[in-house]
């Protein structure tokens, strides 16, 4: 087994012994199950919220889609602040760097390592939720709208390596945990949100080079409606073009690239003081 084989693995062992893994594991079971009671609760009632409106079978198979991975959306955010925000700076601020920096092994080996073993776990996280998502769905409706779904998980993924790689980026600057946690809140929830809000109601304009933005595409493949925008004058009910998923796709690679390789530069030239 190669020393990047066998680094990925431990780090797959510290987070699943983690608190961070168990509070996940337990917020995506209490989200899940929310999700499940309401679809249940409500599948016959979203005309009422709708103001009357009916819809054909195969709306309201992609509008149950759109609303469960809308919810979907932020379990990435908080997965990445648990599992990558403290991936770095813990090194420093426990002191396991004294032990581990002098060691014969690749810096980049260490860093990527702990990169796809907290992509793993997070993968594992959302697993549970689409396996309450199908099951549920398919219960309730009959149907998978498989190419849809399809085209909304290629796009989960990237959001995941994109989110995830920003907060390793973060973790590489701080030699504290509390101070990158905060950061990647302050950044994707102020900077990101907040700001595309801004530019919206000033500008009248989708920032859409924006991450929460490109990532609003894991939803809109089934109903192009963007959650941030409020001040969309018109409702397209129809799945997003295709340009748009690209164009999304490519965002969140760059942002991946981006993040990774500044990340990787800032923990090679990282030392212990």
Same mark, same amino acid.
């Given at each position: ?18 608190? +961070? ?19 249940? =609760?409500?599948?016959? &009632? ?43 700076? +813990? ?17 980049? =080996?260490?860093? %990527? ?37 399809? &085209? ?16 390793? !980026?973060?973790? +590489? ?42 990532? +609003? ?13 409020? %001040?969309?004058?018109?409702? &397209? ?12 796709? !490519? ?23």
């Amino acid at each position: 087994m190669s020393k990047t084989s066998t680094i990925y693995l431990q780090y797959i062992k510290n987070y699943y012994r983690s608190r +961070s893994f168990f509070l996940m594991l337990f917020l995506i079971l209490l989200v899940g199950s929310m999700m499940t009671y309401f679809s249940f =609760k409500y599948i016959n &009632d979203l005309p009422k919220f709708l103001g009357g409106a009916v819809f054909p079978a195969s709306i309201k198979v992609k509008l149950f889609y759109y609303l469960w991975t809308l919810v979907l959306l932020y379990i990435p955010v908080f997965a990445s602040v648990f599992f990558g925000s403290p991936a770095i700076s +813990s090194e420093i601020e426990n002191k396991t760097a004294y032990y581990i920096f002098p060691l014969p092994i690749n810096r980049f =080996k260490l860093f %990527f390592g702990k990169y796809f073993a907290a992509f793993t776990v997070t993968m594992f996280i959302i697993g549970i939720y689409l396996v309450f998502e199908l099951f549920t769905l398919y219960y309730l409706l009959g149907v998978i709208p498989v190419p849809y779904f399809l &085209d909304s998980f290629i796009m989960l993924l990237l959001f995941i390596l994109s989110i995830m790689a920003v907060t390793f !980026l973060i973790s +590489s600057i701080f030699n504290k945990n509390t101070y990158a946690y905060i950061t990647v809140f302050v950044i994707y929830y102020i900077f990101f949100e907040a700001g595309s809000f801004i530019i919206e109601l000033l500008y009248k304009y989708t920032p859409v080079y924006f991450l929460n933005d490109a990532a +609003s595409i894991i939803e809109r493949v089934y109903i192009n409606i963007n959650p941030g925008n409020a %001040f969309v004058s018109h409702v &397209d009910i129809n799945p997003a073009p295709f340009s748009e998923i690209m164009l999304s796709a !490519l965002i969140m690679v760059i942002y991946t690239v981006v993040a990774l390789v500044v990340g990787m530069l800032l923990f090679d030239k990282k030392e212990v003081s």
